[in-house]
């Protein structure tokens, strides 16, 4: 799935500043790719949280694109993490092709 590049920028309570990506859907829906668990889903750029108690002091929509696995990476987080923290407009995913009714045309 095509996604925007996002830059965001948040401090720890120390104070000091870091950055971190997220990947924007033409949808509104945000992924943050993390380095130890499966990614982080988000269900608009201004719910994405940074780690603990760091805050966000801002972000920056790029030019930049990137092709990124969205259903396995909603499929992986949902089973870390639980359905809820899946964008309840990205959950349709969680239904295995196995599990969907048959369309009756």
């Given at each position: 799935m095509?996604?925007?590049?996002?830059?965001?920028?948040?401090?720890?309570?120390?104070?000091?500043?870091?950055?971190f990506?997220?990947?924007?859907?033409?949808?509104?829906?945000?992924?943050?790719?993390?380095?130890?668990?499966?990614?982080?889903?988000?269900?608009?750029i201004?719910?994405?949280?940074?780690c603990?108690?760091?805050?966000?002091?801002?972000h920056?929509?790029?030019t930049?694109?990137?092709?990124?696995?969205?259903?396995?990476?909603v499929?992986?987080?949902?089973?870390?993490?639980?359905?809820?923290?899946?964008?309840?407009?990205?959950?349709?995913?969680?239904?295995r092709?196995?599990?969907?009714?048959?369309?009756?045309?």
């Amino acid at each position: 799935m095509f996604a925007t590049i996002v830059e965001f920028t948040a401090v720890e309570e120390s104070g000091r500043e870091y950055n971190f990506t997220g990947y924007l859907l033409a949808t509104g829906e945000v992924c943050v790719p993390y380095e130890t668990t499966h990614d982080g889903w988000f269900a608009s750029i201004n719910d994405v949280d940074a780690c603990g108690t760091d805050q966000i002091t801002g972000h920056v929509i790029t030019t930049r694109h990137a092709t990124i696995h969205a259903i396995a990476s909603v499929r992986g987080s949902a089973q870390e993490f639980g359905a809820e923290a899946v964008p309840e407009s990205l959950r349709h995913w969680l239904v295995r092709d196995s599990q969907r009714k048959p369309r009756r045309f």
